[in-house]
Protein backbone atom coordinates (compact mmCIF):
# COMPACT_ATOMS: atom_id res chain seq x y z
CA UNK A 1 0.00 0.00 0.00
CA UNK A 2 2.75 2.45 0.79
CA UNK A 3 4.44 1.87 -2.98
CA UNK A 4 0.96 2.19 -4.15
CA UNK A 5 0.85 5.53 -2.57
CA UNK A 6 3.75 6.79 -3.45
CA UNK A 7 3.28 6.35 -6.68
CA UNK A 8 -0.15 8.73 -6.38
CA UNK A 9 2.12 11.53 -5.58
CA UNK A 10 4.47 10.84 -8.16
CA UNK A 11 1.75 11.82 -10.92
CA UNK A 12 2.01 15.08 -12.60
CA UNK A 13 -1.95 15.68 -12.25
CA UNK A 14 -2.10 14.94 -8.73
CA UNK A 15 0.81 17.18 -7.97
CA UNK A 16 -0.54 19.96 -9.60
CA UNK A 17 -3.76 19.35 -7.69
CA UNK A 18 -1.96 19.42 -4.82
CA UNK A 19 -0.17 22.77 -5.76
CA UNK A 20 -3.80 24.33 -6.47
CA UNK A 21 -4.67 23.15 -3.30
CA UNK A 22 -1.40 24.35 -1.06
CA UNK A 23 -2.06 28.02 -3.13
CA UNK A 24 -6.10 28.53 -2.60
CA UNK A 25 -4.78 28.07 1.02
CA UNK A 26 -2.35 30.78 0.84
CA UNK A 27 -4.84 33.10 -1.31
CA UNK A 28 -7.45 32.69 1.27
CA UNK A 29 -4.71 34.14 3.60
CA UNK A 30 -4.79 37.94 3.85
CA UNK A 31 -1.38 37.68 4.21
CA UNK A 32 -0.65 36.14 1.31
CA UNK A 33 1.70 33.65 3.26
CA UNK A 34 1.34 30.84 5.97
CA UNK A 35 3.70 29.63 8.26
CA UNK A 36 5.18 26.25 7.38
CA UNK A 37 4.23 24.69 10.90
CA UNK A 38 0.29 25.47 10.43
CA UNK A 39 1.00 23.47 6.71
CA UNK A 40 2.79 20.93 8.10
CA UNK A 41 -0.49 20.07 10.72
CA UNK A 42 -2.53 19.98 7.57
CA UNK A 43 -0.74 18.03 5.20
CA UNK A 44 -2.96 14.64 5.73
CA UNK A 45 -5.78 16.67 5.73
CA UNK A 46 -4.61 18.37 1.92
CA UNK A 47 -3.17 14.81 0.32
CA UNK A 48 0.30 15.78 0.67
CA UNK A 49 3.47 14.12 1.04
CA UNK A 50 5.21 14.05 3.51
CA UNK A 51 7.86 16.10 2.03
CA UNK A 52 5.96 18.16 0.22
CA UNK A 53 8.23 21.20 0.97
CA UNK A 54 11.21 19.32 -0.86
CA UNK A 55 9.06 17.49 -3.62
CA UNK A 56 5.79 20.14 -4.11
CA UNK A 57 7.60 23.57 -3.62
CA UNK A 58 10.46 23.54 -5.70
CA UNK A 59 8.32 21.93 -8.99
CA UNK A 60 5.91 25.21 -8.78
CA UNK A 61 8.59 28.46 -8.73
CA UNK A 62 6.24 30.15 -9.71
CA UNK A 63 3.40 29.87 -7.34
CA UNK A 64 5.10 29.71 -4.13
CA UNK A 65 8.31 29.86 -2.22
CA UNK A 66 9.60 29.43 1.18
CA UNK A 67 10.78 32.34 3.08
CA UNK A 68 12.90 32.95 6.44
CA UNK A 69 10.28 34.94 8.63
CA UNK A 70 10.34 36.55 11.83
CA UNK A 71 12.49 33.36 13.24
CA UNK A 72 9.72 30.73 11.44
CA UNK A 73 10.02 29.61 8.21
CA UNK A 74 6.55 30.46 6.14
CA UNK A 75 5.41 29.43 2.28
CA UNK A 76 5.00 32.45 0.23
CA UNK A 77 1.97 33.53 -2.83
CA UNK A 78 4.15 34.28 -5.38
CA UNK A 79 1.21 35.11 -8.22
CA UNK A 80 -2.38 35.46 -7.49
CA UNK A 81 -4.68 32.83 -9.62
CA UNK A 82 -7.83 34.52 -10.43
CA UNK A 83 -8.93 31.02 -11.86
CA UNK A 84 -8.39 29.54 -8.81
CA UNK A 85 -9.77 32.54 -6.35
CA UNK A 86 -13.47 30.76 -7.17
CA UNK A 87 -14.89 28.75 -4.16
CA UNK A 88 -16.70 25.60 -4.40
CA UNK A 89 -20.05 27.61 -3.69
CA UNK A 90 -19.27 29.81 -6.48
CA UNK A 91 -18.83 27.25 -9.08
CA UNK A 92 -21.72 25.57 -8.43
CA UNK A 93 -24.12 28.90 -8.31
CA UNK A 94 -25.51 29.26 -11.77
CA UNK A 95 -25.34 33.28 -13.41
CA UNK A 96 -23.40 34.62 -10.01
CA UNK A 97 -22.39 37.62 -9.76
CA UNK A 98 -20.13 39.57 -7.79
CA UNK A 99 -22.64 40.57 -4.34
CA UNK A 100 -25.41 38.26 -5.22
CA UNK A 101 -26.76 35.96 -2.12
CA UNK A 102 -26.11 32.50 -2.63
CA UNK A 103 -27.60 29.88 -0.45
CA UNK A 104 -25.37 27.11 1.62
CA UNK A 105 -26.38 23.48 1.69
CA UNK A 106 -28.37 22.67 4.69
CA UNK A 107 -28.56 19.13 6.45
CA UNK A 108 -30.30 18.94 9.40
CA UNK A 109 -29.78 16.02 11.20
CA UNK A 110 -32.57 13.33 12.04
CA UNK A 111 -34.25 13.63 14.80
CA UNK A 112 -33.78 17.35 15.01
CA UNK A 113 -36.49 19.88 13.79
CA UNK A 114 -35.95 23.64 13.76
CA UNK A 115 -38.57 25.75 15.13
CA UNK A 116 -40.74 28.61 13.08
CA UNK A 117 -38.04 31.20 14.82
CA UNK A 118 -34.89 29.95 13.88
CA UNK A 119 -36.28 28.69 10.05
CA UNK A 120 -37.20 32.59 9.46
CA UNK A 121 -33.43 33.57 10.72
CA UNK A 122 -32.13 30.76 8.28
CA UNK A 123 -33.98 32.12 5.77
CA UNK A 124 -33.09 35.56 6.00
CA UNK A 125 -29.39 34.61 6.49
CA UNK A 126 -29.20 32.36 2.95
CA UNK A 127 -30.38 35.71 1.38
CA UNK A 128 -27.65 37.83 2.71
CA UNK A 129 -24.71 38.84 -0.24
CA UNK A 130 -22.18 35.87 -0.75
CA UNK A 131 -18.95 37.42 0.26
CA UNK A 132 -16.35 34.80 -1.49
CA UNK A 133 -13.52 33.70 1.24
CA UNK A 134 -10.87 34.94 -1.33
CA UNK A 135 -12.24 38.45 -0.10
CA UNK A 136 -11.01 40.10 2.51
CA UNK A 137 -14.18 40.29 5.24
CA UNK A 138 -11.94 41.62 8.22
CA UNK A 139 -13.70 44.90 7.82
CA UNK A 140 -17.14 43.55 8.53
CA UNK A 141 -17.99 43.94 12.33
CA UNK A 142 -17.59 40.87 14.26
CA UNK A 143 -21.50 40.56 15.89
CA UNK A 144 -22.86 41.30 12.09
CA UNK A 145 -24.67 38.29 9.83
CA UNK A 146 -22.45 39.44 7.21
CA UNK A 147 -19.33 39.09 9.07
CA UNK A 148 -20.81 35.29 10.04
CA UNK A 149 -21.49 34.55 6.62
CA UNK A 150 -17.90 34.75 5.14
CA UNK A 151 -16.84 32.88 8.07
CA UNK A 152 -19.02 30.47 6.97
CA UNK A 153 -17.94 30.95 3.75
CA UNK A 154 -14.11 30.43 4.59
CA UNK A 155 -14.78 27.38 6.94
CA UNK A 156 -16.79 26.31 4.24
CA UNK A 157 -13.96 26.34 1.79
CA UNK A 158 -11.31 25.05 3.84
CA UNK A 159 -13.10 21.90 4.27
CA UNK A 160 -13.17 21.64 0.67
CA UNK A 161 -9.89 21.87 0.45
CA UNK A 162 -9.29 18.58 2.54
CA UNK A 163 -9.21 15.13 1.00
CA UNK A 164 -10.97 14.05 3.79
CA UNK A 165 -13.58 16.77 3.90
CA UNK A 166 -13.38 17.05 7.33
CA UNK A 167 -10.22 17.95 10.20
CA UNK A 168 -9.56 18.23 13.54
CA UNK A 169 -11.40 21.24 15.23
CA UNK A 170 -7.86 22.64 17.05
CA UNK A 171 -6.19 22.04 13.86
CA UNK A 172 -9.10 24.53 12.02
CA UNK A 173 -8.82 27.00 15.24
CA UNK A 174 -5.07 27.29 14.75
CA UNK A 175 -5.89 28.40 10.94
CA UNK A 176 -8.63 30.52 12.45
CA UNK A 177 -6.35 32.10 14.59
CA UNK A 178 -3.58 32.82 12.39
CA UNK A 179 -6.32 34.42 9.93
CA UNK A 180 -7.66 36.85 12.78
CA UNK A 181 -10.61 35.09 12.67
CA UNK A 182 -10.91 31.71 15.46
CA UNK A 183 -13.92 33.34 17.31
CA UNK A 184 -15.80 33.58 14.22
CA UNK A 185 -15.01 30.16 13.29
CA UNK A 186 -16.27 29.48 16.60
CA UNK A 187 -19.81 30.97 15.79
CA UNK A 188 -20.29 29.13 12.89
CA UNK A 189 -19.81 25.66 13.96
CA UNK A 190 -22.20 26.38 16.99
CA UNK A 191 -24.88 28.28 14.90
CA UNK A 192 -23.90 26.47 11.86
CA UNK A 193 -25.24 22.53 12.76
CA UNK A 194 -26.95 22.03 9.10
CA UNK A 195 -23.83 22.72 7.44
CA UNK A 196 -20.74 21.64 9.57
CA UNK A 197 -20.86 19.08 12.28
CA UNK A 198 -18.49 18.42 15.25
CA UNK A 199 -17.65 14.86 15.62
CA UNK A 200 -16.48 13.78 19.36
CA UNK A 201 -15.50 9.88 18.53
CA UNK A 202 -12.46 8.57 19.14
CA UNK A 203 -11.76 10.94 22.38
CA UNK A 204 -10.80 13.68 19.29
CA UNK A 205 -13.37 16.95 18.14
CA UNK A 206 -13.49 16.59 14.11
CA UNK A 207 -15.18 19.42 12.10
CA UNK A 208 -17.15 17.62 9.33
CA UNK A 209 -18.53 19.34 6.19
CA UNK A 210 -22.08 17.74 6.38
CA UNK A 211 -23.14 18.07 1.80
CA UNK A 212 -19.67 15.95 1.83
CA UNK A 213 -21.25 12.82 3.17
CA UNK A 214 -24.26 10.74 2.38
CA UNK A 215 -25.21 7.86 4.89
CA UNK A 216 -21.45 8.32 6.32
CA UNK A 217 -19.50 7.55 3.26
CA UNK A 218 -17.91 10.20 1.15
CA UNK A 219 -19.49 11.70 -2.08
CA UNK A 220 -16.82 11.99 -4.01
CA UNK A 221 -14.15 9.93 -3.79
CA UNK A 222 -10.17 10.67 -3.62
CA UNK A 223 -7.51 8.48 -4.51
CA UNK A 224 -5.89 8.73 -1.45
CA UNK A 225 -8.99 8.15 0.66
CA UNK A 226 -9.73 4.47 -1.29
CA UNK A 227 -6.10 3.24 -0.02
CA UNK A 228 -6.93 4.31 3.85
CA UNK A 229 -10.34 2.98 3.82
CA UNK A 230 -7.99 -0.08 2.75
CA UNK A 231 -5.98 0.32 5.69
CA UNK A 232 -8.29 1.17 8.06
CA UNK A 233 -10.39 -2.05 7.06
CA UNK A 234 -6.76 -4.51 7.08
CA UNK A 235 -6.44 -3.28 10.43
CA UNK A 236 -10.47 -3.75 11.84
CA UNK A 237 -9.17 -6.87 10.45
CA UNK A 238 -6.32 -7.72 12.66
CA UNK A 239 -8.67 -6.34 15.14
CA UNK A 240 -11.22 -8.94 15.15
CA UNK A 241 -8.45 -11.81 15.07
CA UNK A 242 -7.47 -10.17 18.21
CA UNK A 243 -10.58 -10.54 19.80
CA UNK A 244 -11.09 -13.94 18.35
CA UNK A 245 -8.01 -15.13 20.49
CA UNK A 246 -8.43 -13.07 23.46
CA UNK A 247 -12.48 -14.45 23.62
CA UNK A 248 -10.60 -18.47 22.82
CA UNK A 249 -7.98 -17.83 25.50
CA UNK A 250 -10.60 -16.43 28.37
CA UNK A 251 -12.65 -19.62 27.60
CA UNK A 252 -9.89 -21.94 28.08
CA UNK A 253 -9.55 -20.67 31.63
CA UNK A 254 -12.75 -22.55 32.89
CA UNK A 255 -10.83 -25.95 32.35
CA UNK A 256 -7.62 -25.52 34.52
CA UNK A 257 -7.32 -25.34 38.60
CA UNK A 258 -8.34 -23.19 40.73
CA UNK A 259 -4.67 -22.59 41.48
CA UNK A 260 -3.06 -21.66 38.02
CA UNK A 261 -6.59 -20.29 36.85
CA UNK A 262 -6.35 -16.71 39.14
CA UNK A 263 -3.06 -16.55 37.36
CA UNK A 264 -4.12 -16.96 33.53
CA UNK A 265 -6.83 -14.77 33.99
CA UNK A 266 -4.43 -11.83 34.99
CA UNK A 267 -2.48 -12.78 32.24
CA UNK A 268 -5.58 -12.60 29.38
CA UNK A 269 -5.76 -9.50 31.07
CA UNK A 270 -2.66 -8.05 31.02
CA UNK A 271 -3.05 -9.29 27.27
CA UNK A 272 -6.26 -7.02 27.13
CA UNK A 273 -5.32 -3.60 28.03
CA UNK A 274 -2.22 -3.84 26.12
CA UNK A 275 -4.35 -4.39 22.89
CA UNK A 276 -6.79 -1.99 24.08
CA UNK A 277 -3.97 0.78 23.84
CA UNK A 278 -2.58 -0.24 21.03
CA UNK A 279 -5.81 0.12 19.03
CA UNK A 280 -6.78 3.06 20.53
CA UNK A 281 -3.88 4.79 19.01
CA UNK A 282 -4.49 3.58 15.88
CA UNK A 283 -8.45 4.32 16.30
CA UNK A 284 -7.33 8.09 16.87
CA UNK A 285 -4.73 8.04 14.37
CA UNK A 286 -7.27 6.81 11.23
CA UNK A 287 -9.79 9.43 11.89
CA UNK A 288 -11.07 8.59 8.62
CA UNK A 289 -12.91 5.34 9.89
CA UNK A 290 -15.86 8.00 11.34
CA UNK A 291 -16.53 7.89 7.04
CA UNK A 292 -18.21 4.38 8.33
CA UNK A 293 -20.67 6.36 10.54
CA UNK A 294 -23.78 7.75 9.67
CA UNK A 295 -23.28 11.02 11.80
CA UNK A 296 -26.60 12.48 11.55
CA UNK A 297 -28.10 9.74 13.47
CA UNK A 298 -25.77 10.83 16.39
CA UNK A 299 -26.80 12.00 19.65
CA UNK A 300 -26.98 15.14 21.06
CA UNK A 301 -22.90 15.70 20.51
CA UNK A 302 -21.20 18.74 19.10
CA UNK A 303 -22.32 21.66 17.45
CA UNK A 304 -25.66 20.72 17.69
CA UNK A 305 -25.71 19.73 21.85
CA UNK A 306 -23.58 23.41 22.28
CA UNK A 307 -26.39 25.37 19.94
CA UNK A 308 -29.35 24.06 22.37
CA UNK A 309 -27.63 25.05 25.39
CA UNK A 310 -26.73 28.34 24.62
CA UNK A 311 -30.26 28.82 23.67
CA UNK A 312 -31.52 27.69 26.64
CA UNK A 313 -29.41 30.16 28.58
CA UNK A 314 -29.11 32.94 26.55
CA UNK A 315 -32.97 32.94 24.94
CA UNK A 316 -31.68 33.45 21.54
CA UNK A 317 -34.15 35.18 19.30
CA UNK A 318 -32.77 32.72 16.58
CA UNK A 319 -34.68 29.88 17.86
CA UNK A 320 -33.56 26.76 18.76
CA UNK A 321 -33.25 23.07 17.82
CA UNK A 322 -35.00 20.43 19.25
CA UNK A 323 -35.48 16.69 19.51
CA UNK A 324 -38.91 15.01 18.24
CA UNK A 325 -40.08 12.88 20.80
CA UNK A 326 -42.85 10.37 20.82
CA UNK A 327 -46.21 12.30 22.40
CA UNK A 328 -48.80 9.85 21.32
CA UNK A 329 -51.33 9.18 23.98
CA UNK A 330 -51.25 5.80 22.65
CA UNK A 331 -47.84 5.18 23.51
CA UNK A 332 -47.94 6.39 26.55
CA UNK A 333 -50.97 4.05 27.95
CA UNK A 334 -49.61 0.81 26.75
CA UNK A 335 -46.46 2.07 28.41
CA UNK A 336 -48.47 2.56 31.74
CA UNK A 337 -50.23 -0.73 30.85
CA UNK A 338 -46.84 -2.67 30.57
CA UNK A 339 -45.58 -1.14 33.95
CA UNK A 340 -48.55 -2.09 35.42
CA UNK A 341 -49.18 -5.36 34.11
CA UNK A 342 -45.69 -6.59 35.30
CA UNK A 343 -45.27 -5.09 38.77
CA UNK A 344 -48.84 -6.87 39.24
CA UNK A 345 -46.79 -9.97 37.79
CA UNK A 346 -43.75 -9.37 39.94
CA UNK A 347 -46.35 -9.44 43.55
CA UNK A 348 -48.35 -12.77 42.39
CA UNK A 349 -44.63 -14.49 42.14
CA UNK A 350 -43.81 -13.40 44.95
CA UNK A 351 -46.56 -14.26 47.18
CA UNK A 352 -46.14 -17.84 45.48
CA UNK A 353 -42.58 -17.77 46.38
CA UNK A 354 -43.38 -16.59 50.31
CA UNK A 355 -45.96 -19.42 50.14
CA UNK A 356 -43.77 -22.23 49.04
CA UNK A 357 -41.29 -21.02 51.58
CA UNK A 358 -43.95 -20.86 54.78
CA UNK A 359 -44.94 -24.44 54.23
CA UNK A 360 -41.56 -25.91 54.04
CA UNK A 361 -41.04 -24.00 57.40
CA UNK A 362 -43.86 -25.90 58.84
Not at 15 to 33: C, F, G, H, N, T
Not at 211 to 232: T, V, W
Request: aromatic share 8%.
Amino acid sequence: MDAEEQLVYKRESYRQEAADRVLKLLMISKALKMPLDIIDRLKWDMGLPQDFVQSIVPEFPDCFRVVEGEGIRVLELVCWSSDLAKSVVEKRAVNYTKGMPIEFAMHVSKGFEVDKKLKKWIDEWQRLPYISPYENGLHLSQSSEESDKWAVAVLHELLNLFVSKKTDREDMFGIGEYLGIRSRFKRALLDHPGIFYVSSKNRTHTVVLKEAFKRGSLIEQHPLMDMRNRYIHLMNMVKEEKKVITTSGSKQTKKVSDGSEHQREVKDENVDEDDAESMSDSEVEDDDDDDDDDFEGDEENGNVRRTRTRAHKNASPRGNWTRKSNLSPRYDSRSRAGDKSAGESHSRKTRRVSAKLSTRNV
